[in-house]
C-alpha cells in the first residue's frame, strides 16, 4: 500500500427534509450573504429553491441567486458568476443541484481569489490555494462533487473538458443530502449517476498498486450495493431507502475513501470526457459505453485486476483463463448498464461516424502522451479502446 494523506472536511446532514436546514448551517458558518447557484429549472419546478430561499430568509442570511447551468458546463457562465461575486461579496455559496451546478459552484469560488483568468486553474497555469466556502444541497447522485474536492468544466473555444483536483479546498464545507428529492429524476438521469458513481470505484480498483486488500474490498462491496439498489430505484423510483442507499454510495465512490493508497486510473474518464467536450453526452451514459470497452481491451492486454473483479462481483468461475474472465466481467457489465436502459455503444450514444484519430489526440492532449494509468496507452492502444466502442 502507498502512503497517503487523506482529508474530508465535509458536513453531512442526510435524510428527508434536510435542505431546510441550509440556512442554519449557512448562518452556523457565519456566512451573511451568500450566492445560490443552480441548473436549468429542476429545482425552480420541484419548489427545491423556494425551500432554500426561505431557509435561508429565516436565518437571517441574505442571497443573490445565479441559475441557468447546464449540464458539461461550460467557462462562460463561470466568469459571469464570478463577476456577480465580485459585486455582490459574498461569504460562502451555496450551489442546488448535481455536478454540473457543484462544480461551476467550485470554479467560481476558487476565481473569485483569482487574479488572472479562472481557467489557469484548468489549464495547469494556477494552483487552487484559496477559494470561497462552498455549501451543497445535493439533487442527483452521480458526480460526487457534493464529496469531492475536484471540479470539471469545458472550454468552449479550445473544446476542452479538463478535470482539477485539491485535497480539500474545493471540498464543500457542508453537503446536504436528501433522498426524496431525486425521485423526481428522469430514469435516464438515474441510471446515467449510477453508472458514473460505478466508474468513480472502478476506476480507482484498476491499480498498479499491490497490497491493497481493504480498498479493494470497499470498492467491491460498494458495487455490488450499488448493482442491488440501482434495481430497486429502476423499478420504483419513489422507494426510499433504495435512493438514499444509491445517495449515499455516490458520495463514498468519489470522496477518496476508495483510492486512499493506492495509485488510481482515471483512464476511462479521460476517454469519456472527449466525448462529452465533443458530442455534449450525459458523463453517466458515456461511461456506460467507454468502460466496457476498455474492459474489453484490457481483457488481451492487463486482464488480472478485470478477471479478479469479474470473479468477486458477479462470481465469475475463478477457473477460466484471466482473459476469458475478464471478456467476461466486461459482458456483465455491459449486460448490466443495459438493464438500466443505458447505451453501451457509440451508435445508442448518438455518435455516428467518429473520427477516432481525433478522438485520440484529444484524450492524449489533455490526459498525456502517453497516458500513464493501469496501463500505459499511446496513441494506437487509445484508438483501439475507442474502436471498441462501436
Ligand atoms: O439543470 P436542471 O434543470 O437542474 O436538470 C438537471 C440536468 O439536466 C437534472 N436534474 C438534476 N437533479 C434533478 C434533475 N432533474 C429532475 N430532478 C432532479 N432532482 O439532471 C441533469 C443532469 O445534471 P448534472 O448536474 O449535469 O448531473 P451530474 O451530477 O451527473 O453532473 C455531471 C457533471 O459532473 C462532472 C461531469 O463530467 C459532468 O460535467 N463530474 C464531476 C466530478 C467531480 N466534480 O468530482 C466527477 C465526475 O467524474 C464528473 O466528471
Ligand atoms: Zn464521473
Known sequence: MDNFSFYTPTRYKFGRGVENMVGEMARNEGWRTVLIIYGGGSAIRSGLLEKVCTSLSQAGVSFVTFGGIKPNPTDGPVREAIGMCRRCNPDGIIAVGGGSVIDTAKAVAAGFYHDG???????????????????????????GSE????????????GQKISIRTEFVLRPVFSLLDPELTYTLPAAQTAAGIAD??????????TTTEGVEVTDRLAEGLLMAIMDQAKVVMAEPENYDARANIMWSGTLAHNGICGC???????????????????????????????????????????????????????????????KGALETATKFRGFFKSLGLPTTLGEL????????YLTRCFLRDKGNPFKGYMTLGPEEVEAIYRLMV
Open 117 to 143: 483568468d479562472f481557467w489557469d486553474f484548468f489549464a495547469g497555469k494556477a494552483p487552487v490555494e484559496k477559494a470561497l466556502p462552498i455549501g451543497v444541497v445535493l439533487t442527483i447522485p452521480a458526480a
Open 350 to 357: 448518438g455518435i455516428e461516424g467518429a473520427d477516432f484519430g
Open 197 to 206: 458513481m460505478m466508474a468513480h470505484i472502478m476506476e480507482r480498483y484498476f
Open 261 to 323: 493508497g493506492r495509485r488510481e486510473d482515471w483512464g476511462s474518464h479521460g476517454l469519456e470526457h472527449v466525448l462529452s467536450a465533443e458530442y455534449g453526452v450525459t458523463h453517466g451514459a458515456g461511461l456506460a459505453v467507454v468502460f466496457p470497452a476498455w474492459m474489453t481491451f484490457m481483457a488481451s492486454h492487463k486482464p488480472a485486476k478485470v478477471a479478479q473483479l469479474g470473479q468477486r462481483v458477479f462470481g465469475i468461475p475463478a477457473d477460466l483463463s484471466p482473459e
Open 147 to 158: 464529496g469531492s474536492g475536484n471540479a470539471v468544466i469545458t472550454n468552449t473555444e479550445t
